[in-house]
């Protein structure tokens, strides 16, 4: 087992991975930015170390100065969260080089998984479902149209190198395809330095699924069941929960199955999701790999009694999985809570925390690194916290998420509490009838004055 781990990010995740650590009997360091040196995450950690300046670019994915940092400590691990470094092959490569253990996948299977091109074909060798779509890398913008009316619109161009929703065009009709074709071939090219596009069919009224698998080093692989995504704006997640409202039971095995035998196709070892769309039928089709941990993940631990991060430990140091897949008892819901003004179409809104009161009580959870007294930087995602409720049933679920947002008291800075309370009582939702769309006709009720 690790002696010393290194954590590779910052925020409630490098909070979330101390703790962890810590009850394996796991020392960790903390690197942290010159904005960040107040975080509870330094604070909380056994050595911690300042690896640069605010900006991302100089800090937290700075290759350089993170191995350096684990190095002066003499750590013998590096887990790097999401975001960040947690799906560069090139770190995971620099890493093995100096024997120091990536928790996360291989610069391999990175590069087989990141670029959404090859992970579909290579889904396709496995049986996987996939979205009808281009085999491989579009060559031109004669061959895009020849294929969209083959397959009929609606169609989706994709980068594919996006992420984020970015170099992404749905398409209705062929008037409107070569504008779409130009401008996500140069929103591409701005935000990851590649045009490379690719072409699928749209799915209609799509829920956002993932099933949450793990692989070991022997090439097993098993899954934790799902966790509904559709709740996003802008291709961001809003809120998830587990199980879905639109699963069955026949969809789950079908889909865990899919799930598990994609991930010991590629001999996949550690933690990661497998993203699905599923269309109003229930037809499943494979959209994309996450090879780290889920800014979700919360909701599966919760609902199977399962510490994710200690499996993603166990598994890097060589401990087999169970190889037992899992069907949720509980239900539970995350809203991600923003350091966002919702009634001002969710503008950023960093700035100091003058007065914060944590919800408590039975079946609730708060995963966050700020305090009252804190002060958000303008530097970063502007996630601040994680809000999960978990009970027997959805309905109990939002009762208790309801009850807890309530409680929760955020001063001194806008948040997306208002939000998610309203959202909580939309009668869509509570229905369970929504789709990834569900955010373009929500409309935020005006506040009520004191």
């Given amino acids: 087992m690790f002696k010393k781990i290194l954590i590779a990010n910052r925020g409630e995740i490098a909070l979330r991975v101390i703790r962890t650590c810590k009850e394996m009997g796991i020392k960790t360091v903390a690197v942290y930015s010159t904005a960040d040196a107040e975080s509870l995450h330094v604070k909380f950690a056994d050595e911690a170390v300042c690896i640069g300046p605010p900006p991302s670019s100089e800090s937290y994915l700075k290759m350089s100065n993170i191995i350096a940092a684990a190095e002066i400590t003499n750590a013998d691990a590096i887990h790097p969260g999401y975001g960040f470094l947690s799906e560069n092959a090139k770190f995971s490569?620099?890493?093995?080089?100096?024997?120091?253990?990536?928790?996360?996948?291989?610069?391999?299977?990175?590069?087989?998984?990141?670029?959404?091109?090859?992970?579909?074909?290579?889904?396709?060798?496995?049986?996987?479902?996939?979205?009808?779509?281009?085999?491989?890398?579009?060559?031109?913008?004669?061959?895009?149209?020849?294929?969209?009316?083959?397959?009929?619109?609606?169609?989706?161009?994709?980068?594919?190198?996006?992420?984020?929703?970015?170099?992404?065009?749905?398409?209705?009709?062929?008037?409107?395809?070569?504008?779409?074709?130009?401008?996500?071939?140069?929103?591409?090219?701005?935000?990851?330095g590649n045009d490379a596009m690719y072409l699928e069919k749209l799915i209609e009224e799509p829920r956002h699924i993932e099933?949450?698998?793990?692989?070991?080093?022997?090439?097993?692989?098993?899954?934790?069941?799902?966790?509904?995504?559709?709740?996003?704006?802008?291709?961001?997640?809003?809120?998830?929960?587990?199980?879905?409202?639109?699963?069955?039971?026949?969809?789950?095995?079908?889909?865990?199955?899919?799930?598990?035998?994609?991930?010991?196709?590629?001999?996949?070892?550690?933690?990661?999701?497998?993203?699905?769309?599923?269309?109003?039928?229930r037809n499943f089709y494979f959209m994309e790999m996450n090879t780290r941990i889920q800014v979700e993940h919360p909701i599966t631990e919760q609902v199977i009694d399962f510490d994710l991060i200690r499996e993603q430990i166990l598994v890097a140091a060589g401990v087999p999985i169970s190889g037992k897949n899992y069907t949720p008892k509980l239900h539970s819901i995350e809203c991600r809570i923003n350091a966002e003004d919702p009634y001002n179409d969710f503008r950023p809104s960093p700035g100091k925390i003058t007065t914060l009161h944590a919800p408590g009580g039975h079946g609730v959870r708060l995963d966050t690194h700020v305090y009252s007294g804190y002060t958000i930087p303008p530097n970063y995602d502007s996630m601040i916290a994680k809000l999960i409720t978990t009970a027997q049933t959805r309905d109990e679920a939002i009762s208790k998420m309801k009850r807890a947002l309530d409680e929760f008291v955020i001063e001194g800075i806008k948040t997306t509490i208002p939000f998610h309370r309203q959202l909580m009582d939309h009668p869509d939702y509570l229905a369970g009838n929504y789709t990834t769309k569900f955010m373009e006709s929500f409309k935020m009720e005006a506040p009520v004055e004191d």
Wanted: aromatic share 6%; net charge neutral.
């Fill in 211 to 281: 099933i949450q698998i793990v692989g070991d080093s022997t090439g097993r692989a098993c899954h934790l069941s799902e966790r509904d995504c559709s709740i996003q704006r802008r291709h961001q997640k809003l809120t998830e929960e587990t199980p879905s409202p639109f699963m069955t039971d026949e969809l789950r095995n079908e889909m865990g199955l899919a799930a598990v035998r994609a991930a010991e196709y590629i001999k996949y070892e550690g933690a990661g999701t497998i993203e699905f769309l599923v269309d109003k039928h």
């Fill in 93 to 192: 490569r620099i890493c093995e080089e100096h024997n120091i253990k990536f928790i996360g996948a291989s610069p391999e299977m990175i590069e087989k998984m990141g670029d959404k091109a090859s992970a579909k074909a290579t889904m396709k060798k496995a049986g996987v479902p996939c979205v009808p779509g281009s085999d491989g890398i579009l060559e031109s913008y004669e061959q895009t149209e020849k294929l969209s009316i083959e397959m009929g619109f609606p169609v989706m161009i994709k980068a594919t190198a996006g992420g984020g929703g970015k170099g992404m065009r749905a398409v209705w009709k062929l008037e409107k395809l070569k504008d779409a074709w130009d401008s996500a071939r140069h929103e591409a090219r701005a935000a990851f």
